[in-house]
Protein backbone atom coordinates (compact mmCIF):
# COMPACT_ATOMS: atom_id res chain seq x y z
CA UNK A 1 0.00 0.00 0.00
CA UNK A 2 0.73 3.09 -1.02
CA UNK A 3 1.79 5.83 1.45
CA UNK A 4 1.62 10.03 0.84
CA UNK A 5 2.44 12.57 3.06
CA UNK A 6 2.97 16.18 1.83
CA UNK A 7 4.84 19.66 3.04
CA UNK A 8 5.78 22.93 1.78
CA UNK A 9 8.89 23.97 1.74
CA UNK A 10 10.29 27.57 3.79
CA UNK A 11 7.36 27.68 6.57
CA UNK A 12 8.93 29.44 9.97
CA UNK A 13 8.95 25.99 11.33
CA UNK A 14 10.80 23.98 8.81
CA UNK A 15 13.50 22.74 10.98
CA UNK A 16 11.00 21.39 13.33
CA UNK A 17 8.86 20.02 11.04
CA UNK A 18 11.75 18.01 8.74
CA UNK A 19 12.73 16.56 12.27
CA UNK A 20 8.83 15.09 12.57
CA UNK A 21 9.10 14.14 8.63
CA UNK A 22 12.46 12.09 8.84
CA UNK A 23 11.02 10.21 12.33
CA UNK A 24 7.62 9.42 10.03
CA UNK A 25 9.73 8.17 7.55
CA UNK A 26 12.34 5.91 9.34
CA UNK A 27 9.55 4.31 11.71
CA UNK A 28 7.30 3.73 8.27
CA UNK A 29 10.51 1.93 7.17
CA UNK A 30 11.44 0.26 10.28
CA UNK A 31 7.90 -1.11 11.27
CA UNK A 32 5.55 -1.03 7.81
CA UNK A 33 4.99 -2.71 4.32
CA UNK A 34 4.38 0.90 3.30
CA UNK A 35 5.69 2.29 -0.36
CA UNK A 36 6.38 6.06 0.71
CA UNK A 37 5.47 8.88 -1.70
CA UNK A 38 6.46 12.54 -0.70
CA UNK A 39 4.50 15.33 -2.70
CA UNK A 40 6.59 18.47 -1.99
CA UNK A 41 5.95 22.40 -2.59
CA UNK A 42 9.86 22.97 -3.00
CA UNK A 43 13.30 22.78 -4.89
CA UNK A 44 15.36 19.86 -4.81
CA UNK A 45 17.22 20.35 -1.74
CA UNK A 46 18.79 18.06 1.39
CA UNK A 47 15.68 16.95 2.69
CA UNK A 48 15.04 15.54 -1.02
CA UNK A 49 17.99 14.24 -1.05
CA UNK A 50 17.52 11.96 2.24
CA UNK A 51 14.40 10.49 1.03
CA UNK A 52 15.54 9.89 -2.30
CA UNK A 53 18.67 7.91 -0.36
CA UNK A 54 15.50 6.00 1.72
CA UNK A 55 14.26 4.77 -1.37
CA UNK A 56 10.73 7.39 -1.49
CA UNK A 57 9.52 8.77 -4.67
CA UNK A 58 8.89 12.12 -4.26
CA UNK A 59 6.79 14.22 -6.32
CA UNK A 60 7.13 17.74 -6.99
CA UNK A 61 3.45 19.74 -6.56
CA UNK A 62 2.28 23.39 -6.19
CA UNK A 63 -1.31 23.11 -4.64
CA UNK A 64 -3.92 24.85 -7.29
CA UNK A 65 -4.81 27.09 -4.31
CA UNK A 66 -1.54 29.05 -4.09
CA UNK A 67 -2.81 32.19 -5.78
CA UNK A 68 -6.10 32.35 -3.86
CA UNK A 69 -3.53 32.04 -0.73
CA UNK A 70 -1.29 34.90 -1.74
CA UNK A 71 -4.28 37.08 -1.91
CA UNK A 72 -5.66 35.81 1.48
CA UNK A 73 -1.99 36.53 2.73
CA UNK A 74 -1.54 40.24 1.33
CA UNK A 75 -5.06 41.33 2.49
CA UNK A 76 -4.60 39.89 5.94
CA UNK A 77 -0.72 40.93 5.85
CA UNK A 78 0.29 37.39 7.39
CA UNK A 79 2.67 35.17 4.82
CA UNK A 80 1.30 32.34 6.97
CA UNK A 81 -2.11 32.20 5.01
CA UNK A 82 -0.11 31.12 2.39
CA UNK A 83 3.02 29.11 3.87
CA UNK A 84 0.98 26.86 6.10
CA UNK A 85 -2.09 26.77 3.83
CA UNK A 86 -0.39 26.11 0.57
CA UNK A 87 1.43 22.87 2.23
CA UNK A 88 -2.34 21.65 4.09
CA UNK A 89 -4.30 21.42 1.11
CA UNK A 90 -1.73 19.58 -1.01
CA UNK A 91 -3.18 16.55 0.23
CA UNK A 92 -6.64 17.39 -1.47
CA UNK A 93 -4.88 16.84 -4.72
CA UNK A 94 -3.51 13.42 -4.26
CA UNK A 95 -6.25 11.62 -5.80
CA UNK A 96 -5.73 13.93 -9.05
CA UNK A 97 -1.49 13.42 -8.74
CA UNK A 98 -2.22 9.74 -8.13
CA UNK A 99 -4.05 9.74 -11.91
CA UNK A 100 -1.57 12.03 -13.59
CA UNK A 101 1.83 9.85 -12.15
CA UNK A 102 -0.36 6.20 -14.13
CA UNK A 103 -1.17 4.78 -10.35
CA UNK A 104 -3.77 2.58 -10.19
CA UNK A 105 -4.21 2.17 -6.50
CA UNK A 106 -7.68 2.15 -5.77
CA UNK A 107 -6.68 3.22 -1.94
CA UNK A 108 -3.52 4.89 -0.27
CA UNK A 109 -3.24 5.75 3.07
CA UNK A 110 -2.10 9.57 3.51
CA UNK A 111 -0.87 11.13 6.97
CA UNK A 112 0.60 14.29 8.11
CA UNK A 113 3.90 14.81 8.74
CA UNK A 114 4.12 14.24 12.42
CA UNK A 115 2.97 10.80 12.85
CA UNK A 116 4.75 7.47 14.66
CA UNK A 117 4.16 4.36 12.86
CA UNK A 118 4.53 1.76 15.99
CA UNK A 119 3.41 -1.39 13.83
CA UNK A 120 2.72 -3.20 10.88
CA UNK A 121 -0.76 -1.13 9.44
CA UNK A 122 -1.18 -2.41 6.07
CA UNK A 123 -3.15 -6.00 6.42
CA UNK A 124 -5.84 -4.30 8.10
CA UNK A 125 -5.78 -1.58 5.91
CA UNK A 126 -6.40 -3.31 3.29
CA UNK A 127 -9.72 -4.86 4.58
CA UNK A 128 -11.23 -1.48 4.91
CA UNK A 129 -13.34 -0.01 1.76
CA UNK A 130 -14.47 3.16 2.28
CA UNK A 131 -16.93 4.93 0.21
CA UNK A 132 -15.15 8.55 -0.12
CA UNK A 133 -12.30 8.34 2.86
CA UNK A 134 -11.61 6.94 6.12
CA UNK A 135 -11.09 8.98 8.97
CA UNK A 136 -10.84 8.78 12.74
CA UNK A 137 -12.03 11.05 15.68
CA UNK A 138 -10.78 14.62 16.59
CA UNK A 139 -10.19 14.50 20.16
CA UNK A 140 -12.88 12.40 21.87
CA UNK A 141 -12.29 8.83 20.84
CA UNK A 142 -16.11 7.68 19.76
CA UNK A 143 -16.88 11.34 18.38
CA UNK A 144 -16.86 10.39 14.52
CA UNK A 145 -18.61 13.48 13.35
CA UNK A 146 -15.81 15.86 14.74
CA UNK A 147 -13.21 14.13 12.74
CA UNK A 148 -9.44 14.46 12.33
CA UNK A 149 -7.76 14.19 8.97
CA UNK A 150 -4.42 13.59 9.43
CA UNK A 151 -4.60 10.55 9.14
CA UNK A 152 -7.32 8.90 5.98
CA UNK A 153 -7.64 5.96 3.85
CA UNK A 154 -8.39 7.31 0.59
CA UNK A 155 -10.48 6.13 -2.06
CA UNK A 156 -9.00 7.25 -5.08
CA UNK A 157 -11.45 6.89 -7.72
CA UNK A 158 -13.96 8.02 -5.67
CA UNK A 159 -12.38 11.22 -4.77
CA UNK A 160 -11.82 11.54 -8.16
CA UNK A 161 -15.12 11.63 -9.68
CA UNK A 162 -16.07 13.80 -6.54
CA UNK A 163 -12.46 16.45 -7.36
CA UNK A 164 -14.50 19.14 -9.29
CA UNK A 165 -17.20 20.03 -7.05
CA UNK A 166 -14.91 19.69 -4.21
CA UNK A 167 -12.20 22.32 -5.96
CA UNK A 168 -15.11 24.70 -6.55
CA UNK A 169 -16.21 25.01 -2.99
CA UNK A 170 -12.87 24.85 -1.81
CA UNK A 171 -12.53 28.64 -4.01
CA UNK A 172 -16.05 29.40 -2.96
CA UNK A 173 -15.36 28.45 0.91
CA UNK A 174 -11.34 29.48 1.04
CA UNK A 175 -11.96 32.90 3.02
CA UNK A 176 -13.34 30.84 6.01
CA UNK A 177 -11.60 27.88 5.30
CA UNK A 178 -8.55 29.49 6.70
CA UNK A 179 -9.76 30.17 9.95
CA UNK A 180 -11.70 26.60 10.50
CA UNK A 181 -8.81 24.11 9.99
CA UNK A 182 -7.89 24.49 6.48
CA UNK A 183 -8.72 21.06 4.74
CA UNK A 184 -9.89 19.68 7.48
CA UNK A 185 -12.97 21.97 7.29
CA UNK A 186 -13.27 21.48 4.01
CA UNK A 187 -13.66 17.47 4.05
CA UNK A 188 -16.00 18.33 6.62
CA UNK A 189 -18.12 20.80 5.34
CA UNK A 190 -18.28 19.34 1.70
CA UNK A 191 -18.45 15.19 2.23
CA UNK A 192 -22.16 15.49 3.99
CA UNK A 193 -25.57 14.53 2.65
CA UNK A 194 -29.46 15.81 3.42
CA UNK A 195 -30.69 17.76 5.48
CA UNK A 196 -29.62 16.60 8.75
CA UNK A 197 -25.76 16.51 7.29
CA UNK A 198 -25.13 12.60 7.50
CA UNK A 199 -21.32 12.40 7.78
CA UNK A 200 -20.54 10.61 3.74
CA UNK A 201 -16.99 9.63 5.68
CA UNK A 202 -16.11 6.02 7.26
CA UNK A 203 -14.73 5.24 10.14
CA UNK A 204 -10.75 4.15 10.75
CA UNK A 205 -9.97 2.58 13.76
CA UNK A 206 -8.89 5.13 16.13
CA UNK A 207 -5.38 3.08 16.47
CA UNK A 208 -4.34 4.40 13.11
CA UNK A 209 -5.04 8.15 14.25
CA UNK A 210 -3.98 7.90 17.77
CA UNK A 211 -3.56 10.90 19.93
CA UNK A 212 0.06 11.04 22.32
CA UNK A 213 -2.25 12.50 25.37
CA UNK A 214 -4.84 9.14 24.93
CA UNK A 215 -4.80 6.78 27.80
CA UNK A 216 -4.51 3.55 26.76
CA UNK A 217 -6.79 1.31 26.77
CA UNK A 218 -5.37 -2.26 25.52
CA UNK A 219 -6.34 -0.88 21.84
CA UNK A 220 -2.91 -1.47 20.42
CA UNK A 221 -2.17 1.74 18.64
CA UNK A 222 -0.74 1.75 15.29
CA UNK A 223 0.25 5.48 14.35
CA UNK A 224 0.66 7.91 17.07
CA UNK A 225 -0.42 11.47 15.85
CA UNK A 226 1.36 14.20 17.46
CA UNK A 227 -1.83 15.92 17.04
CA UNK A 228 -1.72 19.14 19.15
CA UNK A 229 1.91 19.33 21.12
CA UNK A 230 4.76 17.92 19.04
CA UNK A 231 7.44 16.03 21.05
CA UNK A 232 9.78 19.47 20.51
CA UNK A 233 7.58 21.16 22.99
CA UNK A 234 8.62 19.39 25.72
CA UNK A 235 11.17 22.11 25.92
CA UNK A 236 8.80 24.73 26.62
CA UNK A 237 7.07 22.84 28.89
CA UNK A 238 9.53 23.11 32.15
CA UNK A 239 9.83 27.22 32.07
CA UNK A 240 8.25 29.39 34.48
CA UNK A 241 5.59 30.85 31.90
CA UNK A 242 4.85 27.60 30.29
CA UNK A 243 1.22 27.78 30.40
CA UNK A 244 1.07 31.51 29.10
CA UNK A 245 3.77 30.36 26.60
CA UNK A 246 1.84 26.93 25.56
CA UNK A 247 -1.88 28.22 25.89
CA UNK A 248 -4.27 25.25 24.91
CA UNK A 249 -1.62 22.86 24.43
CA UNK A 250 -0.22 22.63 28.08
CA UNK A 251 -2.96 20.56 29.26
CA UNK A 252 -2.68 18.04 26.63
CA UNK A 253 1.37 17.32 28.23
CA UNK A 254 0.17 14.69 30.43
CA UNK A 255 2.44 11.57 31.08
CA UNK A 256 1.07 9.38 28.79
CA UNK A 257 1.84 12.22 26.07
CA UNK A 258 5.62 12.30 27.71
CA UNK A 259 5.81 8.12 27.28
CA UNK A 260 5.01 8.90 23.79
CA UNK A 261 7.41 11.32 23.08
CA UNK A 262 10.11 9.03 24.74
CA UNK A 263 9.17 6.94 21.97
CA UNK A 264 9.21 9.46 19.34
CA UNK A 265 12.63 10.44 20.71
CA UNK A 266 14.36 6.55 19.97
CA UNK A 267 13.98 7.37 16.14
CA UNK A 268 15.10 10.92 16.46
CA UNK A 269 18.57 10.18 17.90
CA UNK A 270 19.17 7.76 15.37
CA UNK A 271 18.38 10.37 12.94
CA UNK A 272 20.16 13.08 14.47
CA UNK A 273 22.50 11.05 16.66
CA UNK A 274 21.44 13.61 19.64
CA UNK A 275 18.90 13.55 22.40
CA UNK A 276 15.33 16.04 21.12
CA UNK A 277 15.88 19.69 23.37
CA UNK A 278 14.53 22.20 20.09
CA UNK A 279 11.41 24.29 21.10
CA UNK A 280 10.18 25.41 17.95
CA UNK A 281 7.33 23.02 15.82
CA UNK A 282 4.04 24.58 16.55
Not at 165 to 184: A, H, M, N, P, T
Request: hydrophobic share 40%; net charge positive; charged share 25%.
Amino acid sequence: MKWFFAFRQGNDFSAAYIELLKVAVTSALQNTTLEPWFVYDGEPDSLVSWMEERGVRVVYHRSFLYRHLEQIARKKGDINYLVIGSGAFLRVEIPLITARLGLQDEFVLYTDIDVLFLEEVVPELEKLRPGYFAVSPEAEKDDFRNVNTGVMLMNLPALRRAHAGFEKFIIRKLDKLVRISWDQGAYKLYFRKGVFRRPLWDPLPIRFNWKPYWEDDGQSPKIIHFHGPKPQHRALYALPDAQRRLGCLYGFMNEQYRSRCREWDRYHQEITGRPETSSSGQ
